[in-house]
Each structure stands twice: as C-alpha cells, then as structure tokens.
C-alpha cells in the first residue's frame, strides 16, 4: 500500500533550486538525488519525495481546480512502507508543507490523493474542516504558522 501526497506549488525556482531548497528541511536523504529531464527525485526513512516539473496543460488544469496562481511542480511524497508509521512520515510532511509556506511567498496547495487539506492562494492559508486530516495527530495543526483560516471545504 502507498500512501501518496502532494504540494503543488507556484515558484520561480527552477528543478535544481527547488531539491537544494527541499535539502535545507533538515531531512537526512538516504541516497543522493536522482536527476531526469523534469524530475529529482530523493529517498529518506520516511518516504520517497519526487519533485516533478509540471507539464502547462496539467499545471492549468490545477491552477483551475484548486482556484491558485499556475503551479510549476508537484513535489510527490510517497510512503511505501519504510521504516517509519505512516503518522511519523505524514509529520515529516507537513514540516516540508511547512518550510515552503515560509520560504515560498507563491500559492501553494497539499493534498492526498485529489483531497486538498491545505491551499495557500493570495498569501491566505486556509484549511479544510471536511477531511478531519488536521485533527489526527495535534503536532501537525501545530506546525502551521499562523494566521490561518478554516473553510468547510476546499476546491
């Protein structure tokens, strides 16, 4: 089983520049980045995290669905099972989601599978209420910075 999460983001880092920012988490990745045409992708105890340049009819397409400026990536975080509980991999998740809403000012948007749990659009940070996501482990709601805003749902 896999449990596959997404941010989508707005940037004007380029594929390089967006793994050696995703290297200043604090993260310690187990095997040096893997680097294709449009796609770095890095292993750590927690997950397998692919940072993908986005193609302009998909990144339109969720530019529309998530109602945020045109994301240029998808960064892929995918728990397969490594060494840790899937709620450990998920908190070292967020702390990513996290660190790009502080060094990122662009829209951003973290989901799983097609549910959004978060979307920064227009410097706001809202939250959804629908998926219950933020209330299953207290450390990830706290890691949030603040002010943030919940919404029933998001789009």
């Known amino acids: 089983m896999s449990l596959d999460f997404y941010i989508r983001l707005e940037t004007d880092f380029d594929l390089v520049g967006m793994s050696e920012l995703i290297d200043k988490v604090g993260i310690q990745w187990n095997s040096s ?3 294709f ?8 105890d927690f997950f397998y995290l692919g940072i993908v340049r986005i193609s302009p009819s998909l990144s339109q397409a969720l530019s529309e669905t998530r109602q945020i400026r045109v994301p240029k990536f998808s960064i ?3 728990w397969k099972g490594y060494t840790s509980t ?3 991999a998920e908190l070292h998740m967020v702390e ?4 790009l809403l502080k060094e990122l000012k662009g829209d951003l948007s973290f989901d799983y599978e097609g549910t959004p749990y978060l979307i920064r659009r227009s410097g706001q940070v809202l939250l959804s209420k629908e998926v219950k996501y933020w ?16 919404v029933e749902k998001l789009p």
């Open 33 to 35: 980045s893997q680097q």
């Open 37 to 44: 045409e449009h796609i770095i992708s890095k292993v750590c």
């Open 76 to 78: 892929v975080m995918s």
């Open 86 to 88: 899937p709620m450990e």
């Open 96 to 99: 990513i989601v996290v660190f």
């Open 135 to 150: 209330e299953y482990d207290p450390r990830y709601l706290m890691l949030i910075p603040t002010p943030y805003q919940w």
